[in-house]
């Protein structure tokens, strides 16, 4: 269930959308910029969402949205150029709150529509891994590869190396594998009176599952 900061939230962000909107329109020098009412109606939208981000009980949100508006404002004033960089810088502060992903990835998406930064990519990576969406994330990692940019491309390595490991085997996967190992051992190679009676048999058992658990630290480390 929504708390009513999240619902305060997403309605903010859906004003922070339209004054994007609406600065795209006057970039492009169509009717907003005849009217001459976009401007009026941007600047009273930046108004609204600093009004109403004073108003989140969340720090955290509040500091996010209020930094959301003054992005607006730079871009309503100065253009994009200005503000393009202040996008990713919110989209990095909202990927921190896991419930705000997709918020995340408009403000990483709206920087990317301008200029292909390679901040931008990384930031876009890292808020398509933890919405689950591996595929994208690699593409969005590779772009920051592309770019050659020298702080990020390790990073961007690091992180399609770790999501191609995690995609290889699950761990749960192991777990079933060394079960299934252990009961064929003991049903087919170890006969259950012999087990009773058989002391060497209780070795033998002993030295089995002593080779499996370091089958299973082998394992472990390779896919870690």
Not at 67 to 82: H, K, P, Q
Request: hydrophobic content about 45%.
């Amino acid at each position: 269930m929504q708390t009513q900061d999240s619902l305060n939230f997403s309605r903010i962000f859906s004003r922070i959308e339209k004054v994007i909107e609406r600065c795209d329109a006057l970039e492009r020098e169509d009717a907003f910029r005849v009217e001459a009412s976009g401007s009026r109606l941007i600047s009273s939208d930046i108004a609204q969402i600093r009004s109403d981000a004073s108003r989140l009980d969340d720090a955290d949100l509040r500091r996010t949205a209020t930094a959301m508006s003054y992005v607006l404002e730079s871009r309503a004033n100065y253009g994009m150029a200005v503000a393009k960089n202040e996008y990713v810088a919110v989209a990095r502060e909202v990927t921190k709150r896991d419930k705000y992903l997709n918020e995340a990835r408009i403000a990483a998406n709206t920087a990317l529509g301008y200029e292909k930064l390679p901040l931008a990519y990384f930031t876009l990576g890292r808020i398509l891994v933890a919405s689950g969406d591996k595929s994208d994330a690699t593409i969005a990692f590779q772009q920051v590869i592309a770019s050659r940019d020298s702080d990020l491309t390790p990073h961007a390595l690091e992180a399609i190396r770790k999501i191609g490991t995690s995609s290889r085997l699950s761990k749960p996967k192991i777990i079933k594998f060394l079960k299934f190992l252990a009961v064929t051992i003991l049903v087919n190679i170890v006969p259950i009176n012999q087990f009773m009676s058989n002391m060497g048999m209780i070795l033998a058992i002993i030295a089995v599952i002593w080779i499996i658990t370091i089958i299973w630290s082998a394992l472990t480390n390779f896919f870690n």
